[in-house]
């Protein structure tokens, strides 16, 4: 958060565990969201299956992690960290 000067991050877990992908309760799906690719933190093919749908000049690999995007614009950042005008 704010605090650690640092956006959320969120990412895979590895398909092996048991049901990774299993119920979710619809009340608690964000419908969108706006991911950004942690690029340092690399890339890899361990924790998901090799995809049916993905181009085959992407190696079948994965962002190790997602930063969340929080804002929505400067003025919505400004409004929650305080000091601005917002909308």
């Keep these: 958060g704010l605090q650690h000067r640092r956006l959320p991050s969120v990412g895979y877990i590895e398909h092996t565990e048991p049901s990774p992908f299993g119920f979710v309760d619809p009340n608690q799906v964000i419908h969108a969201a706006h991911l950004i690719p942690d690029f340092s933190s690399g890339r ?11 181009n085959e000049d992407e190696d079948d690999e994965d962002w190790n992690l997602y930063y969340v995007n929080i804002f929505v614009d400067r003025d919505m950042f400004m409004w929650y960290l305080g000091g ?4």
């Design 44 to 54: 890899t093919t361990q924790l998901l299956l090799r995809s049916c749908i993905r």
């Design 84 to 87: 601005g005008v917002g909308h």
